[in-house]
Structure formats: structure tokens, C-alpha cells
């Protein structure tokens, strides 16, 4: 279909609907959670590859880490991708997110901070908002 990119990784688990794993979950290849996750969700590859996929229907409550994730439910935690993150249009995320590729449609919604990974791996610093570099400007307090 235009405009829809197809997951070229082979999706190998599933957490169902109506099931909920408590405890930290390391996966390899491809995982597509339609259930809750309580706890973190690793590749177990070092995230060099792998795919996670959250339906509409998923939840994950904790740190997430992979190389390409798809968000169309809702996360509650830290996200590393190192790679891509796409956030579909009904993505909800509470917390950072670190990403070298980003695709976000219309509707997702991140509460945190976005930051982008360098391609040559570092992270940016960031800078507050209020801060001025130029001696001629004085900020309130």
C-alpha cells in the first residue's frame, strides 16, 4: 500500500492479547507484543538487530531496547532504538526516547525528552533552554 513500509524481519514471538508477563524479557530476531510487559524489553543481540513491535492492543511498562521499533500502543519507561523508531498515529510514550532514525505520524504522542543519536554513536548534550552564551543578554531569574 502506498506510503505503508513493509517490516522485512521476521516477527518469530508474540505476547498475545490478554496476557501479561512481569520481569524483564530479552528477545532475538523479531517480537510483537499485544499484551503487557512489566518490566524491560531487550535485544538480546546488543541491538545491532531486531524488531519490536507494539500493536494498538500493547503495553510495555519499562526500559525498552532495540534496533527498530514499531509503537501503535503504549510505552511507559526509557526507548533506545538504534536505528529507526516509527511512532504510529495512536503511540503513546511516557519517557525518553533516543533514536537515530524517527517516523512519527499525526496523533502519536511522546511525553519526554527526543534525543538523537549521532551516527557515530554519541549523544548529543543537551543544553537548557535558558542558557545564553552571549554576554550582552541578561536572563531573569
Known amino acids: 500500500m502506498f506510503g505503508k513500509k513493509a517490516i522485512t524481519q521476521e516477527i518469530g514471538s508474540l505476547i498475545g492479547t490478554g496476557t501479561t508477563v512481569t520481569g524483564d524479557l530479552s528477545f532475538s530476531g523479531g517480537l510483537r507484543v499485544d499484551g503487557v510487559v512489566r518490566g524491560a524489553v531487550r535485544c538480546s ?77 554519541r549523544v548529543a548534550p543537551l543544553k537548557l533552554a535558558a542558557t545564553s552564551t552571549r554576554p550582552d543578554i541578561i536572563l531573569s531569574k
Open 45 to 121: 543481540e546488543g541491538e545491532k538487530s531486531g524488531i519490536l513491535v507494539i500493536s494498538e492492543h500493547g503495553t510495555i511498562e519499562g526500559e525498552v531496547r532495540a534496533s527498530h521499533i514499531v509503537v501503535a500502543g503504549r510505552i511507559q519507561g526509557p526507548v533506545h532504538a538504534a536505528e529507526l523508531i516509527e511512532l504510529q498515529p495512536k503511540a503513546r510514550v511516557q519517557g525518553d526516547v533516543q533514536y537515530r532514525a524517527l517516523e512519527m505520524h499525526h496523533g502519536a504522542v511522546v511525553e519526554g525528552l527526543m534525543v538523537h543519536i549521532p551516527a557515530e554513536g
